[in-house]
C-alpha cells in the first residue's frame, strides 16, 4: 500500500469585488477557493445567469493552501478583482458596514 505525505492545510477567508462572474471561476481554481456561504453561492449563481451584464459584488471564499502565504492579490487584480479582506477563518468576517468602508476605500462604491 502506497505511503501519503501528510500535508498541512492553512484556510482562510477572502471577501472579494468581483466584476464579472469569468473572473470568478479561474482565480476560485487558481486559489482553491470555494463559497462560503449559501449566499456567497446564491451571488455567484446570479453572476453566472446574468452574462455581460456589469455585475459588481462581493463574495466571501474559503481559502485552501498547502502554504501560509496569502491570497495572490495581484492575480486577483489582473482579472479586475479586489480583494477587499484576508482572515483566519476563527475570526468574524467584516459586517456589511465594513465591506461598505472597504470598498469605498477602492473607490468601487
Known sequence: MKKYKKETRYVSVLTVH????????DMMRYDRCCPMTEADSAKIERLM???GEPMDHVVR??????NP???TK????S???????ERNPDESPPTDADVRNMLKLEGLA
Open 74 to 77: 495581484d492575480r486577483w487584480a
Open 61 to 66: 471564499l474559503y481559502r485552501y493552501s498547502a
Open 18 to 25: 468581483i466584476p464579472a462572474a469569468s473572473a470568478l471561476i
Open 79 to 85: 482579472f479586475s478583482c479586489v480583494v477587499l479582506d
Open 69 to 71: 502565504d496569502f491570497a
Open 49 to 51: 445567469s446574468r452574462r
